[in-house]
């Protein structure tokens, strides 16, 4: 099992940027995709982004693309979240995954997930 640690939330005004961090221990040789995901309350987890851990390829969902951008750095065994021009429709907990066969926007596919961290976008 691959352990996710989430770090990087926290309160912005729109229009602003954060930038999320997702390290992860144990077990990454069998990582092929990170992603992340979001949840607000009283919503299901939706998809933001994944990133092909060797190749680098990425895709967004389209409520986030040209604003969001996911990274990754291996050396470090993190992937990256980075944030801007954040709208109030962006809170939600964070969540990132590690998926180890697919690179996908199902959050069935993915076998890993961390804790969550909070992003809060004030109006």
């Known amino acids: 099992q691959v352990q996710l640690v989430e770090s990087g939330g926290g309160l912005v005004q729109t229009g602003g940027s954060l930038r999320l961090s997702c390290t992860a221990s144990r077990r990454t040789s069998t990582i092929y995709a990170m992603g992340w995901f979001r949840q607000a309350p009283g919503k299901e987890r939706e998809f933001v982004a994944t990133?092909?851990?060797?190749?680098?390829?990425?895709y967004y969902a389209s409520s986030v693309k040209g604003r969001f951008t996911i990274s990754r750095d291996n050396a470090k065994n993190t992937v990256y979240l980075q944030m801007n021009s954040l709208k109030p429709e962006d809170t939600a907990v964070y969540y990132c995954a590690a998926s180890r066969g697919i690179a996908t926007i199902s959050k069935y596919d993915y076998d890993d997930w961390g804790q969550g961290t909070q992003v809060t976008v004030s109006s």
């Open positions: 990133i092909k851990w060797s190749a680098g390829g990425t």
